[in-house]
């Protein structure tokens, strides 16, 4: 048997993280009087997947992301036509969570070398992910930083982007219309999406990494149809920090207990890397990418009408209990 490993053995401590990123929010955070009263107040706080400012009857939403190690795989396979997918996905569908319609997207290339025939490849997927989301890509920067970007054989990027939407203020998702009793539903993942990569990457053969260049999933059209026809209550998108990231939605607590069954690539994950139950929802989707919070007569519905075609299901409820309680093959994992 192998030894246990986890994310922080791979490098990654999302605790360490998230102690940093309080650290920066309690200055970054401070900027906000600089539009208090103006054009552009910002209406949440840091935390929420995205953001929102003021811009009269409507806000502007933003939000912005990468999609990690992810980019070794695509350099180590000589895949690049796909990452470009992803790093939409990451950002749209952190953008929707707050009830936003994206609008727009610029992307941030840096390389340790000009490689047209990458670039291309990658531009290919960016296009996908516009094409899927309906927006559009309107700039962005490419920077060549060979002291700083190493990667595979002189082959080394590193992608990021930035997306905008509009949101009625009064119809902005904050997780506060959250009841206890309502139900939560999840829509299935296309694989691993883009998080956990450090840890995928240190237990798994090679011969199987082309499964980790499987595109994330992108949710905008379907919940954007859903935020059309239901009152939908809360939004999450289950990136780093797996179901930890239903935290950030509300103080209430979440019962799942009707989770799918993940797909094979984290069965593999977790027997090849000796990887714990909690540590796998901690760092992995498993096989939900987005969750919807609503009531249960509009859940039962949506069930209805949409769950094959969209593979969307019913996976839990919430609590007055606070935090998330994963109740899995008669045990239970819990995350506060």
């Not at 994206?102 to 997927?125: C, F, H, Q, T, W």
């Not at 920067?141 to 060979?146: D, G, I, Q, R």
């Not at 939407?165 to 009793?181: A, C, F, M, Y």
Request: proline share 3%; hydrophobic share 40%.
């Amino acid at each position: 048997m192998p030894e246990e490993m986890t994310y922080s053995k791979a490098g990654v401590s999302i605790e360490r993280e998230e102690l940093a990123i309080r650290s920066m929010i309690n200055i970054l955070q401070r900027t906000f009087k600089f539009r208090k009263g103006k054009q552009g107040e910002v209406l949440e706080d840091i935390g929420t997947f995205a953001n929102v400012i003021d811009l009269g009857d409507q806000a502007l939403a933003m939000c912005t992301d990468g999609v990690g190690s992810k980019v070794l795989v695509a350099q180590e396979l000589g895949r690049y036509n796909t990452i470009g997918v992803d790093v939409v996905a990451m950002n749209v569908n952190d953008l929707i969570c707050i009830g936003a319609r994206p609008l727009a997207m610029v992307d941030y290339l840096a390389v340790s070398r000009i490689n047209p025939d990458i670039m291309k490849e990658i531009a290919i997927g960016i296009y996908e992910g516009a094409k899927q989301s309906d927006i559009a890509i309107i700039g962005g920067e490419t920077a060549t930083l060979p002291d700083i970007i190493m990667g595979v054989d002189g082959k080394g990027f590193d992608i990021a982007g930035t997306a905008i939407g509009l949101v009625d203020k009064d119809k902005i998702i904050t997780g506060e219309k959250i009841n206890s009793g309502d139900v939560v539903l999840g829509f299935r993942s296309s694989g691993i999406h883009s998080n956990g990569l450090t840890l995928a990457r240190r237990v798994l053969p090679r011969n199987m990494w082309m499964e980790l260049l499987t595109p994330t999933r992108i949710y905008v059209k379907e919940v954007i149809e859903l935020l059309g026809n239901y009152e939908v209550h809360g939004l999450a998108h289950i990136t780093g920090g797996g179901f930890r990231n239903l935290l950030r939605i509300t103080p209430l607590g979440f019962l799942l207990d009707s989770l799918p069954a993940p797909q094979m690539i984290f069965k593999k994950i977790q027997e090849l890397g000796n990887v714990s139950d909690k540590e796998m929802y901690k760092t992995f989707n498993m096989g939900v990418g987005f969750c919807v919070i609503l009531d249960g007569s509009s859940a039962d519905e949506i069930i209805k009408k949409y769950g094959n075609k969209w593979k969307i299901s019913r996976i839990g409820s919430i609590t007055g209990d606070g935090g998330v309680k994963i109740v899995k093959e008669g045990g239970e994992i819990i995350f506060q």
